[in-house]
């Protein structure tokens, strides 16, 4: 009977053993965020001087419209939209006789301005610049340059 008692026993401690349930790791997942910020940016590349030329002789205006003359170029890129514009307050004079008063008016793709509701990548940008005397008088003979600045400010 001990011996019954003893088997019974064993019986009911190894069937508890080799069906007991086993223990298993639950399944995980999380979610890593990852985030950055791309500040906005503009660029000018690629800069082709323009040429004034006279408009007549005597000459009392010089212009890159005037036959002759050639625009200025220069290529923009912003990946944002821009305004792009030139001021009259933008253009220096770096040489030449002297003009008194002066007066220039530069343009930007044959206006004041231009605005870009998008970015964009090397959109060509034409300058082009009119110079004369406030009462237009006969320009003196000389070599004349001028700087045009042109500014992209993004939007």
Do not use: W
């Not at 998008?118 to 001028?146: M, N, Q, R």
């Amino acid at each position: 009977m001990i011996r019954h008692l003893a088997l019974a026993s064993i019986l009911a401690v190894g069937a508890g053993v080799m069906f007991a349930p086993t223990a298993k790791a639950q399944d995980a997942a999380e979610n890593v965020r990852f985030d950055g910020t791309v500040p906005p940016f503009c660029e000018f590349d690629n800069v082709r001087n323009g040429t004034l030329a006279v408009d007549a002789n005597p000459a009392t205006q010089l212009s890159s419209y005037n036959p002759g003359g050639i625009s200025g170029y220069v290529d923009l890129t912003c990946n944002i939209g821009s305004e792009v514009k030139v001021e009259s307050v933008a253009v220096v004079k770096l040489a030449g006789p002297t003009l008194n008063p002066i007066k220039t008016t530069a343009y930007i793709n044959d206006g004041n301005e231009d605005v870009f509701d998008t970015p964009v990548v090397d959109e060509e940008i034409k300058v082009d610049l009119d110079v004369y005397t406030e009462a237009d008088e006969i320009l003196p003979a000389g070599d004349y340059d001028f700087l045009v600045r042109v500014t992209a400010t993004a939007s």
